[in-house]
């Protein structure tokens, strides 16, 4: 009887938990929405190998922040000037793309995977990231983007 009582106090705790999430924390269920945000990611990225800084620009907001694999972080400018000039995206892959959004803000977690070519030669480099988005005027601009390096042994 107290092992009956202890498992419906559990379950119950566990119900009242996810009823006590506020509508507005949860993620939208709009596919439309989903596949847009995956799209920006995409073409993003393509924008990002072939060096294109006006298409680069148009894909970061103004006050948009970057944290890269070292912690470090940089600013739309920096961040544009580093990727149309300081490094070369041999080739990439993306993989396990999840999008959610949240009203206007979008979230794309992923991995990517590929080669880049830098001053200091060329590098295989794996990364986790996570990027924000925020909706204006129509169209989802990054807002925020982090990125984690995986080693060689984590999937």
Known sequence: MKTLIIVALIVGAGAISRAADPPELRADVKPDVERQLMKVEQDWNEAFKSRDKTALTS????????????GKISDRAHYIEDA??????????LSGLVARAYG?????????KGTIETSDGNTELTVRFTDTFV?????????ASQMTRVSAGNP
């Open 59 to 70: 894909f970061c907001a103004e006050d948009c922040q970057f944290t890269d694999d070292d």
């Open 84 to 93: 149309s000039k300081n490094v070369k995206v041999a080739s990439y892959t």
């Open 104 to 112: 206007e803000t979008g979230v794309v977690t992923g991995r990517w």
């Open 135 to 143: 909706r204006r005027e129509g169209r989802w601009r990054a807002v």
